[in-house]
T-cell receptor, first 115, second 110 residues
Framework: GAVVSQHPSWVICKSGTSVKIECRSL??????MFWYRQFPKQSLMLMAT?????????EQGVEKDKFLINHASLTLSTLTVTSAHPEDSSFYIC???????????FGPGTRLTVL | DAKTTQPNSMESNEEEPVHLPCNHS???????IHWYRQLPSQGPEYVIH???SNVNNRMASLAIAEDRKSSTLILHRATLRDAAVYYC???????????FGTGTKLQVIP
């Protein structure tokens, strides 16, 4: 199946700093990618839909100025957590669809810890 | 988004079959039924999907009710590596956003 990668796999940062997470579709082009956040023992919560060449669509309650999404190419979307705080510590997961089928392919996730 | 309902947890003995149920009474005609599973600290892994007919692949089988308001994921012989949270979600297209429910945590007993 199609492969989606994320980088970094984990990151620890100080409060107030910004962190960028990359999501890449390795063997297919993805005009649409999705960003999720998952807190311990909870399900995945959709944060935003990332569209290549246009602005992301954020879910209700997600601050677009805090979680900056850029989808500059058909294989790369980035999520930047700006001025991170301890409550932003979470597992961030992206997914993408090749469009050829119906399934979404998920990245391995990025563990963010804000001290 | 159409919602799905799954039991919070299930147990199975190793090498026994497992039937994981999912209710989706508000499913629309264009919704595909997808199953993913998630191991701890990993992203979800695609398992299987279907529309109306039952489906089989190397990982599992998917049995879809005739009225499509429910489905069952079947693992024919559970192994310890199958211990995970299994999510049943509805998706009307690869570019459409999906909503994850709470999923079913499957515990496999040796």
């Amino acid at each position: 199946g199609a492969v989606v990668s994320q980088h970094p796999s984990w990151v620890i940062c100080k409060s107030g700093t910004s962190v960028k997470i990359e999501c890449r579709s390795l063997d297919f082009q993805a005009t649409t990618m999705f960003w999720y956040r998952q807190f311990p023992k909870q399900s995945l919560m959709l944060m935003a839909t990332s569209n290549e060449g246009s602005k992301a669509t954020y879910e209700q309650g997600v601050e677009k100025d805090k979680f900056l999404i850029n989808h500059a190419s058909l294989t790369l979307s980035t999520l930047t957590v700006t001025s991170a705080h301890p409550e932003d510590s979470s597992f961030y997961i992206c997914s993408a669809s090749s469009g050829a089928g119906n399934e979404q392919f998920f990245g391995p996730g990025t563990r963010l810890t804000v001290l | 988004d159409a919602k799905t309902t799954q039991p919070n947890s299930m147990e199975s003995n190793e090498e026994e079959p497992v039937h994981l149920p999912c209710n989706h009474s508000t499913i629309s005609g264009t919704d595909y039924i997808h199953w993913y599973r998630q191991l701890p600290s990993q992203g979800p892994e695609y398992v299987i999907h279907g529309l109306t007919s039952n489906v089989n692949n190397r990982m599992a089988s998917l049995a879809i009710a005739e009225d499509r308001k429910s489905s069952t994921l079947i693992l024919h012989r559970a192994t310890l590596r199958d211990a995970a949270v299994y999510y049943c979600i509805l998706n009307s297209g690869g570019y459409q956003k999906v909503t994850f429910g709470t999923g079913t945590k499957l515990q496999v007993i040796p």
